[in-house]
Nanobody
Framework: QVQLVESGGGLVQAGGSLRVSCAASGITGITFNRYAMGWFRQAPGKEREFVASISRSGGRTSYTDSVKGRFTISRDNAKNMVYLQMNSLKPEDTAVYYC????????????????????WGQGTQVTVSS
């Protein structure tokens, strides 16, 4: 059973930076790299949306258009960790950010749709003040 725990959320002013982290447990380091990982977010009153994903080895990434050039997803398979570095934050980035894991048969895959993700964390709140 994969367990995901997010951390690093908080309050930041517009234009600032924040890095959220996701720790995976319940799997060994060898098997962690069998999972593509993703970040999603849910703002108040809105549906959860895709933010970024990264392939098993970290060689491929995908981003939603609104965060391209500002956010960077990365992973450390030796530590079972996934990160989302968020720069030039805007008030519209305010949301609960969720980490998710998707079983991936290929290092080519960078899943975007929620239906591919079997495991989810509880989320961490990111608030950007104007």
């Amino acid at each position: 059973q994969v367990q995901l725990v997010e951390s690093g959320g908080g309050l930041v002013q517009a234009g600032g930076s924040l890095r959220v982290s996701c720790a995976a447990s319940g799997i060994t380091g060898i098997t962690f790299n069998r999972y593509a990982m993703g970040w999603f977010r849910q703002a108040p009153g809105k549906e959860r949306e895709f933010v970024a994903s990264i392939s098993r080895s970290g060689g491929r990434t995908s981003y939603t258009d609104s965060v391209k050039g500002r956010f960077t997803i990365s992973r450390d398979n030796a530590k079972n960790m996934v990160y989302l570095q968020m720069n030039s934050l805007k008030p519209e980035d305010t949301a609960v950010y969720y980490c998710a894991a998707a079983t991936s048969l290929s290092d080519y895959n960078v899943p975007v749709a929620e239906r591919w993700y079997a495991y989810w964390g509880q989320g961490t709140q990111v608030t950007v003040s104007s």
